[in-house]
């Protein structure tokens, strides 16, 4: 272990086995990174003892393939919730933006230079690194590290303190701790990190462990007002409409008053899947509102009436108002920007910190110091004016990562301990004055560090209308708005799902124009949302619903077919069609669908044909099964499933080798 750092193995009886890491001296961490400590990863199979035995008997595979980087894949996840998520093989490493570097701010770890300088290898491969959690699997069998800092409520946790967010590099056979703790200073004994070590046969068995770990039903009670029902149980979810991919910034009074009016007026998917089963649905205004970013007022000559007056006509209609802000950001045009110098986050030479790039609102943006006393004040009263004041119960809080980058706070200390204190302060407003509910949707999240006090997380970048942005692919850019990207980030983090976040995966698309989106590209979306999620949104213009319908010929594969077999053979489901359905046709498909999954809960991995972007799906009682290829290309993948005979599953498991298209999905069992 590092010089100053005591690390030990602990289980209690019948507890998970976890590492525990102390500072043996008074310490301080000058460095982006405090390197914590390695393990080599038979010494943790060792450690695990009998629940590594009873792990490799049922999945029936040795641990010591855990160790060979040739034969496993690891589980990747980013930093924020835009930040790359999945498998990996070996030589397989999320990309970064080339030519316009400003773009990696949208993913990249604050202190990714330092992990860059640490994996950096003359030749052979490098190692993977991972963030708040690394799942290693090989076969079946499964070594999970997670950070254990998710004890949201915990009076002990409480009682020591905040603790910094870490990361994990898997190189070969060892695996690297490491927390981003610059600035911090601990005092003797004092606890740095707490990682708990967990085996696991299968998919599910470590889903339910880290459910277990994080105390997901305590965590996650209270949310059925707006799920309508039990969150932790499949088939209930949350969801509604979003104004951002319908009209972007382009939004007033009226054209939120014609979406208002139209939204229970017709066959759209929200009024279909939730209002006229009297479960509650969420009207969210996005970016466009305010006056400028760091401005929060209504725009003057588009909201004439005021934003309380909007979430009023929002709740008069039965409907949840929600309500878009990046509470962390500021333009340097903004009148904040220029009455309060002092509070923007500053470098070592003075310098405003750049928190990112968007040409839409000018270039360059800034980001509040959440060490300024003043800052935690003025975001105080920011909440209390949108939910006591307006009315708002369901806030989106975008670009977060601005309050954990790197650069000098005036009050000094570590950056995620003032994090840690603004989170604090929004979690403190789960209920209005009046006693209402109030739910926070995070997004440009960093994980760990967000995750107990707004645990509805966007799951991967942001989607988009089209299948990728060719652009922003070329340069490598990670974070980019794709529907691809979007789906696979949410598929690498469907682990995480009702266990540490409820995972929103952005919004479906059912509309026919101002997309190229296929119809089999668009069911992708809408099932991938509902079976890897927990809230299903949507941001198609209710008031043109059914008006108008597509006139371009889209060749539709939505589910695929088997070898050697007539489409719709028996155990595999398939719907083709040669032309596009209308919008009327195409949501109530995938109602269809929807009504047909029920209440199965779902685990996704890598495919084991090696391809990338391609993946295997299950339920949890074996009964369905099937594959998603996001890839360019028809895949040719041999899949397992438990067929169903009068509702009670086969005694033996039935092989079938299926041809799965580009940007399709294939299901048995249904």
Known sequence: MPNGIEASLQRFPGETLRIFFRACEPLTCDEPMLELGSFRIPELCAALGQEMREAKEKAAVSSRLLS??????????????????????????????????????????????????????????????????????????????????LHCGDATAAANGPLPPLSFIVDHDTITIAAFAEGATFSRNELLARVAVLAAPDYFSLKDRLAHLFNSERRFAGWEWLAGGPVLQRG??????????????????KILDADLEAIDANGNLVNELLLKKGRPAVFQIDDGWEVAIGDWKPHPDKFPSGMKVMAERITMRGLVPGLWLAPFLVMPSSRIAREHPDWIFRDKAGKPVIAGWNPKWGGDFWCLDLSNRDVRRYLDDLLTMVIDEWGYRYIKLDFLYAGMLRGTPAEGGAVWKHYAAVMDLI????????????????CGA????????????????????????????LIGHQGRPSAKVNMADSLGRALLDRTAILCDPDVVFCRTERTSLRDSEKFLVGLVARMFGSQIMISDDPAAFGKKESTEKKENFPLGERIGEDRGASGIQSVRRGDSLSEEAFTQELLSWYEKLGSAEFGVVRHECGYRDVYRFFSRDGSIAGALNLSDRDRALILQCQQTESGNLASQDTRQTIVVPAHAMMLLGV
């Not at 080339?98 to 950096?120: G, M, S, V, Y």
């Not at 969801?239 to 009074?253: K, R």
């Open 68 to 149: 060979d980087w040739r034969r496993r894949v690891v589980l990747v996840n980013g930093w924020q919730s835009w930040s790359a998520a999945g498998e990996m093989g070996p030589s397989e490493y999320p990309r970064r933006a080339i030519c316009k570097r400003i773009l990696n701010i949208f993913a990249d770890h604050p202190a990714e230079e330092w992990l860059q300088r640490k994996t950096r290898r003359a030749a052979g491969v490098r190692p993977h690194v991972s963030h708040f959690l690394v799942v290693l699997r090989a076969g079946e069998l499964r070594l999970a590290l997670v950070s254990d800092t």
């Open 236 to 253: 209930w979810f949350l969801g509604g409409y979003a104004s951002w991919y319908n009209h972007y910034t382009a939004i007033d009074e």
């Open 427 to 442: 979690a403190r407003y789960n209920h209005a004055a009046d006693g209402s509910p109030v739910a926070f949707l995070s």
């Open 446 to 473: 960093p994980i760990e560090s967000t995750a107990c006090a707004m645990p509805l997380m966007r799951s991967g970048a942001d989607t988009l209308e089209h299948w990728d942005w060719p652009l922003l692919k």
